[in-house]
């Protein structure tokens, strides 16, 4: 069983930054994906970046704010929110899919509140 743990979440304001760090069992120097959704409330989850066999990808909603990287050292992903607004708000969940084929992994969630 792959464990996926988040941290970093909290409350920021309006303009600030905040980096949620993801870190998992296995090793990540090989994996397939790493990515972060989030999910607002009563909307769904949706994706906001991910690293593809190494090439990071952002929904149009974050692109030249969010920022996601990865040291294999670690076995952490990151994702560095700058520039962040109230739309921002959401419970931040880090996936993970080692291989094409294998399972998907989910952690619990950590929550962003983007707030004046």
């Known amino acids: 069983q792959v464990q996926v743990v988040e941290s970093g979440g909290g409350l920021v304001q309006p303009g600030g930054s905040l980096r949620l760090s993801c870190t998992t069992s296995?090793?990540?120097?090989?994996?397939?994906?790493m990515a972060w959704y989030r999910q607002a409330p009563g909307k769904q989850r949706e994706l906001v970046a991910d690293?593809?066999?190494?090439?990071?990808n952002y929904a149009d909603s974050v692109k030249g704010r969010f920022t996601i990287s990865r040291d294999n050292a670690k076995n952490t992903v990151y994702l560095q929110m700058n520039s962040l607004k109230p739309e921002d708000t959401a419970v931040y969940y880090c996936?993970?899919?080692?291989?094409?084929?294998?399972?998907?992994?989910w952690g619990k969630g950590t929550l962003v509140t983007v707030s004046s």
């Open positions: 296995i090793s990540i120097f090989n994996i397939y994906t």
């Open positions: 690293i593809t066999r190494g090439s990071p």
């Open positions: 996936y993970a899919k080692p291989t094409l084929i294998s399972m998907d992994y």
